[in-house]
């Protein structure tokens, strides 16, 4: 096990630099190498009321009464808070999420990545196996996410990482066909957990699915007039006329399509696909892989980059099908 330092991002898988980094064949060990083994109960949301007019020797008594429909998650060891989350809210525990990894390990897979950003996202990473696409080489990941906060969900997803570029893929083929499994922190967690079977077949037939979406992406002819005036602009569009702040706004829309632009022509690993769907997909995800993440989140550059990736909020999927 390798404990990672923090430096200045360069082109590399998301999660690198993130936690620590290993070849576990366990989760159970994974967990206990990442700190991640921790315990977290639910408590009472409680606010502090104080009445001046009810004393005790001259002192304002303070009563503490309990916040309907909220509770707070908070780690047992060492009573850290993390999160407050309604009291429909179920928790799942470290060990009971990346159990769903078992299956993988199982089959062969290695876990090589595991901890957890600023922002509450909990991942592991699994190295599934490699395979050359579209003359590129690919790394195909399983990525098991769990929080406390309610911002993301207890999941498993293909991340398939274009190793070349260490680009990490997401949505690539629309909506949520690259989720394996998906459970939210409700009452009825647990029973979605236990109710998951293996699943490591999905992942042979994800990968022959996503080797098919790169060759039907490559075939797609595009032309750099459709590609700045039809597709840009779906990723970046033009604010509504009338505004306030229009001049300003168009004038920062117009400095992110030149940097797009600069990404597709300029990488020397994507000139190959040149003038085909494929080449501004690359571009796409070579732009979301390494762009300054949002500035509305807690955490340094790299927490904040992965925790938006693995939201997938800012991806135009409508793009990416168009460019297919």
């Known amino acids: 096990m390798t404990n990672l330092v923090q430096v200045n991002p360069v082109r590399e898988a998301p999660w690198i630099g993130i936690g620590v980094s290993g070849q576990w064949n366990d989760y159970r060990e994974a967990l206990h190498d990442s700190l991640l083994d921790f315990t977290v109960e639910q408590r009472d949301a409680k606010v502090e009321i104080v009445d001046p007019l009810n004393t005790g020797f001259g002192t304002a008594i303070i009563q503490y009464e309990n916040v309907p429909g909220v509770q707070v998650n908070v780690r047992q060891h060492d009573n850290k808070i993390l999160g407050c989350v309604s009291s429909q809210y179920g928790v799942v525990q470290n060990r009971d999420a990346f159990a769903l990894l078992e299956p993988f390990t199982q089959a062969g897979g290695i876990i090589t990545n595991a901890g957890m950003t600023e922002q ?11 395979e050359n696409l579209q003359g590129d080489d690919w790394d195909f990941d399983v990525m098991c996410t769990n929080s406390f906060n309610g ?24 909506g949520r066909s690259d989720a394996l499994l998906h459970v939210r922190h409700g ?17 042979l037939r994800y990968i022959s699915a996503f080797g098919a979406a790169l060759g039907t992406a490559r075939a797609n002819r595009i032309s750099a ?3 700045e005036k039809t597709l840009i602009p779906m990723i970046f569009p033009y604010p509504k006329p009338g505004g306030p702040r229009e001049a300003t706004s168009k004038e920062r829309i117009d400095l992110l399509r030149q940097e797009f632009i600069d990404r597709y022509y300029d990488a020397p690993d994507n000139h190959k696909f040149h003038g085909t769907g494929l080449g501004f997909i690359n571009a796409y995800y070579d732009y979301l892989s390494h762009r300054n993440p949002g500035k509305n989140m807690p955490g340094s ?12 909020n800012d991806i135009k999927v409508k793009a990416i099908k168009e460019a297919m």
């Not at 509450?120 to 490699?130: A, D, S, T």
């Not at 293909?158 to 629309?174: A, D, F, K, S, W």
């Not at 550059?301 to 997938?312: A, E, K, M, T, Y």
């Open 120 to 130: 509450g996202l909990v991942f592991m990473v699994l190295r599934m196996r490699q």
């Open 151 to 174: 911002m993301f969900p207890c999941a498993l997803m293909m991340v398939p990482t274009r190793i070349i570029c260490q680009n990490m893929y997401r949505q690539l083929m629309g």
């Open 187 to 203: 009452r009825y967690a647990h029973d979605r957990i236990e109710a998951a079977s293996t699943v490591t077949s999905n992942v």
């Open 225 to 227: 007039d459709e590609m």
């Open 301 to 312: 550059w790299r927490d904040r980059r992965l925790s938006g990736l693995v939201s997938g």
